[in-house]
Every structure is written in structure tokens, then in C-alpha cells.
């Protein structure tokens, strides 16, 4: 008797022993797995790998070629110790170059196994992001740390002089390259009034197209001139290269130097310039709304913080047209996704109407001005008419036959509402004079859109700073005439790159004696009605250009 009870006490005994190790070993896996998740992740960035590596390469470049400039115009002369002092700013710089050209080795091999579509552990990748950004932040504190031992060669009466570099030779080795030491005097050295002939040929560099010798030349005033009055404006100038060179890398940098800028000086006049041209680099990225869209949704984020942030700005108008365009973008990936659920899925194998009417619902909530509204109206009322809810189609229909009466679907929605049994209301006497649908681009400019794969959106190519063919008027230059800052009420001129199809500017609303005009205009007109979503925003909206998804 009691040697049964003991055999069953301890078989109950191992089988809680066995469930304890099972719940360490879970959390133990969870634990060793945790790290990949971290901030630098995919996921979390949103970039694709190549990109990642693009970015990394870039910061590795600048961080090389800071370092090379910074040892090569240090005069100190060599001891020729067999220990090296680690204080010294030579040994400082040249461990730290060390360690450059390491994490681009591994970059390299990664990058290269990456190519050949060979397996390799991805968490690889978050460390070396992690270690770069560390790497980054390590450079610049040394770099201004050793501005003071990199004197000009009258304040040190060290005879030493550095090796001049010499150019890689050009033509088969039969000719002689170009030098390397270019700008050694300027960013090896520290003298009064160099950070204003840096800045000058930091601009000049810039503007021949020559982007990365700019930033360089730009950094080493942050570096070595942490009191120059050009600090500010080099930093900012730093972005505008990014985004003035506009490839797909830059961008992604050219938002992260305008965030930083942000960071930095969030007090300065062109805080709200530089928000919009934050904004603007995601839209640049931006696909067309069959393909992802990641950025799009970033742009629209950006520009709601700019437009919160910033309510009596100048360029509240502009803002507010990119929002439009934005969420028209995001709009159409809604009702593309929603007419594959019910085209497709619904209609052969009766699945996919809840997907369906989901994301209609979202179109109607999120952006009430979509210029697709009616047939978005009609879709989202025909899957309530499937659900066998007649009431609440009914109150879609007549939505759709009151707002939108030059709508395709006006005579559908009317059979249906005496299927149902409902009222037919009157249309709006304003709304009747308008254009039926959004504006369809041509069949060369669908093509050229298709091909190209960017979204209709309408965005500057010029910098906050610097543009493309402003020399004389640019801010930059009024910075340079007035010393190293911006005289009090100067701001930016930009020219904003039209859309590629036509879109029509908002107006505000206008009585129905005016109607008339306003339809001669191409402009939409959005009165308030007692049916309006508690979100929406009574106003205006024009019916912007956007190219429709082709059902399945």
C-alpha cells in the first residue's frame, strides 16, 4: 500500500520536473533569440537588405575618408617608439581607420555572399549596423578631439611632413594620375577663417555634382570647427546633398541628416522646411499603389506630424496637397485589394467578402475625399446587399445617388434601392455639375508610369539649401554673404516638380451661381451634408490624377 503511493507520488514528481525544464528551455530559446530582434532589424527599418548594406557602404566611405584626411594633415612627428602611446591623435585616428577598414571587409564578404544568393545569418547584418552607428559616434568625438593637434605648419616648429599621396595613373599606367591631397591643407590643418573657404568649396562642390568631396569638405567644419557659425548650415547642407544626388541610398540618408538636423537645432526657422523635405523623401520612394506601400504610409505620417506641428506655416498648402496625394495612393492599394476580394475570390469561390468590405470601410473612414468614392460607395454597399443587410446598403445607395449623381453607378444604385424598398433622395444641385470620376491620364502617360513604377506625386528636387539651378539666390549663398547664418526673413524659393498627370488645385466652396466657372476650372467641390463620417472634414477636394488599378 504505501509502496504504491510512494511510486505514485514520484511519477507525479517527474512529470512536473519534465514540464518545469520544458518552460526553461522555451525561455531560454527566447532569450538566445532576442537579440535579432532588435533596432536595427528589417522589420523594424523597413529597408531591404541591399539597401542596408548601400547605406552602411556610404557611412563607411565618409568615415574612411574623414579619417585619411584628418592623419595626413597631422604635422606631429613620429617618435619611432616601438610603443605606440595610445593618446596620441595619430594612433587614435589610425586604430580607428583600422576598424573601418574592418567592419568593410565584413560588409564586402556579406555583400558579396548576398550577390551569389548564398546563405548566411542574417543577425550578421543588425550587428553590423549596431557597430557601424557605434563606429560613427566614436569617429566624430575623436575627430574633434584631435582638431587641436592638427595645427598649421607655422604653429608647429616640427619638421616633419607627411607623405604626399600620389593618384592612381590613368590610361593603362601611361599616365599620371591625379593627386589625392587636394584639400589636405584645408581639412588637415586648423587656422582662423578656414571653416568659411570650406564652406565655399564645400557649395561649389555640391553644385558641380560632386557630392561626396561636398560632404566631406562639409563634415570637417563639424569635426574641427565645433564653434564655427557655418556648423548649423553645414550640417544641413550635408542633407541637402543627399537628396539633391537622389538615388535610392541617398534618400534614405538625406532623411536620416534631416532628422538629425531636427535633433540638433529644433528651434531654427527652417524646422518646417526641413519636416516637409523629411516627408519628401519617402515620397520619392514611393511605388504606385499596386506595389508596396511602406513609404507612403511613412510620407503620410511625416506630413501629419509637419502640418501639426507647424499650423501657421507657409507651406501649409503645399503640405496639405501632398497629404492628398498620399492618401490618395494609399486609397487606391485599398480598393485594388478590395476589387480581388470580390471580383476574383468572391465571385468564383465565395470567399473573400469580408476582406473585402473591410477595406472599403477603411477607404471611407480614413480618406473621405478619395476621388473613387462612388464606386467605393457601391462596392461597399453591394457587400452589405450579398450579406442580406438591405438596410445598411440602403443607406450607401443613397448616398451614393445624393453625393455623386454623374456616377456609372447612379442607375444601379437607384434598381437597387427599389429592389430594397427604399427612398430615392434628389441628388445635390451642387454636386450635379460636377465631373463624374477622377481624372484618367492618357495612355502614354499610364505607360510611362507603369514603367517607370513611381507614384503620381508632386515633389521638389531641390534642397532646403542648395537647388539645382539657383546659384546667386540660394540660401546657402545669403548664409555666406551674411557670415555663416540666415539674415531674419529669408526663406527658401523652391520649385515644386509638377505631377506627371494633371491634378486640379483646391478651392474653396462656392455657391451653386458660380458652379458654372468652377467646372470650366476641372475643380471639386465637397460641401457639408448631414451624412458626412463624424471624421470627415467638411471642405473641398479636388479629384487629383491617379492611375486605377485594372480589375482582375
Known amino acids: 500500500m504505501s509502496f504504491s503511493l510512494v511510486r505514485s507520488v514520484s511519477a507525479r514528481g517527474l512529470r512536473v520536473i519534465a514540464f518545469v525544464s520544458v518552460i526553461c528551455a522555451v525561455a531560454l530559446s527566447s532569450a538566445a533569440f532576442a537579440p535579432a530582434q532588435g533596432p536595427g532589424s528589417q522589420a523594424q527599418t523597413g529597408l531591404s537588405t541591399i539597401q542596408r548594406m548601400d547605406v552602411m557602404r556610404s557611412k563607411l566611405e565618409a568615415m574612411r575618408r574623414s579619417l585619411d584626411s584628418a592623419i595626413a594633415g597631422l604635422n606631429a612627428k613620429d617618435t619611432g617608439a616601438k610603443e605606440k602611446n595610445p593618446d596620441d591623435p595619430r594612433v587614435r585616428l589610425r586604430n580607428l581607420e583600422k576598424e573601418v577598414g574592418s567592419i568593410q571587409s565584413e560588409l564586402s564578404d556579406l555583400r558579396g555572399k548576398e550577390d551569389r544568393a548564398e546563405k548566411y545569418d542574417r543577425s550578421k547584418l543588425d550587428t553590423l549596423e ?26 608647429n616648429s616640427s619638421t616633419y611632413q607627411p607623405k604626399p599621396q600620389k593618384g592612381k595613373r590613368r590610361l593603362f599606367g601611361l599616365l599620371p594620375g591625379k593627386s589625392q591631397d587636394k584639400y589636405s591643407e584645408l581639412t588637415g590643418s586648423v587656422a582662423p577663417g ?16 560632386d557630392h561626396e568631396t561636398g560632404r566631406l569638405l562639409f563634415t570637417t567644419i563639424i569635426t574641427t570647427y565645433p564653434d564655427s557659425p557655418y556648423l548649423p548650415m553645414a550640417k544641413l547642407a550635408i542633407a541637402d546633398s543627399f537628396y539633391l544626388e537622389g538615388t535610392t541610398s541617398s534618400l534614405i540618408q538625406a532623411g536620416q541628416a534631416y532628422q538629425d538636423w531636427l535633433t540638433f537645432f529644433p528651434t531654427d526657422s527652417l524646422t518646417c522646411d526641413a519636416m516637409l523635405k523629411v516627408a519628401e523623401t519617402e515620397m520619392r520612394q514611393m511605388g504606385l499603389s499596386d506595389r508596396d506601400i511602406s513609404h507612403a504610409r511613412k510620407a503620410e505620417q511625416r506630413l501629419k506630424v509637419m ?5 501657421q506655416t507657409r507651406l501649409r498648402p503645399e503640405a496639405e496637397v501632398r497629404l492628398r496625394e498620399v492618401q490618395d495612393n494609399l ?27 473591410d477595406r472599403l470601410k477603411e477607404i471611407v473612414e480614413k480618406y473621405p475625399n ?27 445607395y443613397q448616398r451614393l445617388v445624393r453625393d455623386y449623381p454623374n456616377s456609372e453607378f447612379v442607375e444601379k444604385a437607384k434598381e437597387q434601392l427599389n429592389i430594397i424598398g427604399a427612398a430615392i433622395p434628389e441628388p445635390d444641385p451642387i454636386k450635379k455639375t460636377l465631373p463624374a470620376a477622377c481624372e484618367k491620364p492618357t495612355f502614354m502617360q499610364n505607360m510611362m508610369q507603369q514603367i517607370s513604377g513611381t507614384a503620381n506625386v508632386t515633389t521638389s528636387r531641390d534642397g532646403i539649401l542648395i537647388t539645382r539651378h539657383g546659384e546667386g539666390n540660394d540660401l546657402i549663398d545669403k548664409a555666406i554673404a551674411n557670415n555663416g547664418t540666415l539674415p531674419e526673413g529669408v526663406q527658401p524659393v523652391t520649385q515644386r516638380s509638377a505631377p506627371r498627370a494633371p491634378a486640379n488645385p483646391p478651392q474653396p466652396t462656392s455657391t451653386p451661381e458660380s458652379t458654372p466657372d468652377k467646372k470650366k476650372l476641372g475643380i471639386t467641390i465637397q460641401p457639408n451634408s448631414t451624412n458626412t463620417l463624424p471624421d470627415a472634414t467638411p471642405g473641398t477636394r ?3 490624377t491617379q492611375t486605377p488599378t485594372p480589375k482582375p
Not at 370 to 396: N, Q
Open 307 to 311: 502640418l501639426q506641428q507647424c499650423p
Open 370 to 396: 478619395f476621388c473613387l468614392m462612388d464606386e467605393v460607395l457601391w462596392r461597399w454597399a453591394t457587400t452589405y446587399k450579398e450579406e442580406e443587410e438591405p438596410d445598411e446598403a440602403a443607406k450607401l
Open 130 to 155: 549596431t557597430s557601424v552607428a557605434e563606429l560613427n559616434g566614436r569617429v566624430e568625438n575623436v575627430l574633434q578631439a584631435t582638431a587641436g593637434a592638427r595645427t598649421s605648419g607655422t604653429e
Open 194 to 209: 578656414r571653416d568659411r573657404a570650406l564652406f565655399l568649396e564645400a557649395t561649389r562642390q555640391v553644385r558641380k555634382g
Open 331 to 357: 486609397a487606391m492599394h485599398n480598393l485594388g485589394i478590395a476589387r480581388f476580394y470580390y471580383d476574383t475570390r468572391y465571385v468564383h469561390n465565395k470567399a473573400g467578402l469580408k476582406g473585402a468590405q
Open 542 to 544: 479636388p479629384r487629383s
